[in-house]
């Protein structure tokens, strides 16, 4: 029989807002994260704004010398994680043996960490080999998050990163799902972190022309599905989650946020960097999840969309939205909280499916903000601009990444 998994813990930092209350309230509230850029000179840049994580200081969280070795997404992944398993009963960085050798992590990073990169690339530019630090590999590489987890608070099952671009976490929650159905684990940590927010990734992202370059409003760039929509803005933060089979859940008396009821994993095989232009991975991946969760697509009441703000993309997965939903589409709500967060890349999709969860607690879909005039060929309840409450019993979280990785999960109520 196929073992139940369930949300028993949840960490969240975001742009507009750090932690369950403050991101549900800024969702609620319509709010943007988006302003200008803060970490760097932008003169020479076409982009000059993004959704930094405001805010957010580390010293908080973790003391001087750790953090000073840590890429700031793994400052992020790290305090993300804290929060979750804090929430799922247990102090951090004293997990007890008993529970610890059958809990792992898997928590991905799409970039990794590209602040290390520049600084110390400046530094060998400057001052030669001698000026690298013996800290920039570990500080660089995407798998640093799951492993300062791991080590941190003593967790000794499976451990390892996901890397999949914008369907990064996604990967790593349906990775996490997977080993405890296998009975590999009876918990796990897993999510996503980003900070790239840089010179060479905004650069580089102008150079492949997928960011908004609307520097004279920020706050309103980010328009998934508007007809005006023309690119998206670079976000970064982290959202953690601790899985666990139920019966470990109602073992230990665990409160119980959500069931995860099916997961869906396929690739275009068409582009590196642009969808298919039909959907036709975004329609598998999300068939294939309706499927493991042994449900219809009418079952579905909320999508919580890709939706970046890119003219192809918004339009791709919407059409295969709705030929997966079929006559049920006129009844389900799809909003894009990336036009309030920004595109946080590899973590992404964990923190938009703490926006599931979210909906699910409050029977209420977050808006897609920043709707001007809604693009015709997206024929869909897009939850413009305001909060809608309705009855919300599976809903259904999409993140699809370049080089044609596609990756979807749905949520429940338990």
Not at 110 to 120: C, F
Not at 135 to 152: E, K, L, T
Request: glycine share 10%.
């Amino acid at each position: 029989m196929s073992k139940r998994i369930v949300v028993t813990g949840i960490g969240v930092l975001t742009p507009i807002g750090h932690g369950l209350e403050a991101f549900w309230q800024g969702m609620m509230d319509g709010k943007s994260g988006a302003a200008p850029i803060t970490y760097f000179d932008t003169t020479d840049f076409e982009t000059k704004f993004a959704c930094e994580l405001k805010d957010f200081a580390v010293n908080d969280y973790l003391d001087r010398k750790t953090a000073n070795r840590m890429d700031r997404y793994c400052q992020y992944a790290v305090v993300a994680a804290e929060m979750a398993l804090k929430d799922a009963g247990f102090t951090p960085a004293q997990v007890p043996d008993d529970v610890s050798e059958n809990c792992g992590v898997v928590f991905g990073s799409g970039i990794g960490g590209m602040t290390s990169y520049d600084i110390q690339f400046r530094n060998y530019m400057q001052r030669g080999p001698r000026g690298i630090s013996p800290f920039f590999v570990p500080q660089m590489i995407p798998d640093m998050g799951a492993g300062m987890i791991s080590i941190r608070n003593n967790l000794r099952g499976p451990n390892y990163a996901t890397v999949s671009a914008c369907s990064t976490s996604l990967h790593a929650m349906i990775d996490s799902y997977m080993i405890l159905q296998q009975g590999l684990a009876d918990m796990m940590v897993c999510g996503g972190a980003e900070a790239a927010i840089t010179q060479m990734s905004i650069g580089g992202f102008n150079s492949a022309q997928a960011l908004s370059k609307r520097n004279d409003d920020p706050a309103t760039a980010s328009r998934p599905y508007d007809t005006d929509r023309d690119g998206f803005v670079m976000g970064e933060g982290a959202g953690a989650f601790v899985l666990e089979t139920l019966e470990s859940a109602q073992k230990r008396g665990a409160k119980i946020y959500a069931e995860v009821a099916g997961v869906g994993m396929t690739g275009d095989a068409h582009h590196i960097t642009a969808p298919h232009p039909e959907g036709e991975g975004a329609l598998r991946s999300m068939r294939m999840a309706a499927k493991s969760a042994g449900i219809q697509p009418t079952d579905i009441d909320y999508i919580n969309a890709h939706g970046t703000s890119t003219p192809l993309g918004d339009a791709a997965e919407i059409g295969a939205i709705i030929k997966f939903l079929g006559d049920h589409a006129s009844k389900v709500n799809v909003s894009s909280t990336k036009s309030m967060i920004g595109h946080l890349l590899g973590a992404a999709g964990a923190v938009e499916s703490v926006a599931c969860i979210l909906a699910l607690q409050n029977q209420i879909v977050p808006p897609t903000i920043n709707v001007f005039n809604q693009d015709p060929v997206i024929d869909m309840n897009i939850t413009p601009n305001k909060p809608q409450a309705r009855s919300i019993s599976y809903v259904l979280n999409n993140g699809f990444g370049f080089g044609g990785h596609n990756a979807t999960i749905i949520f429940k109520n338990v």
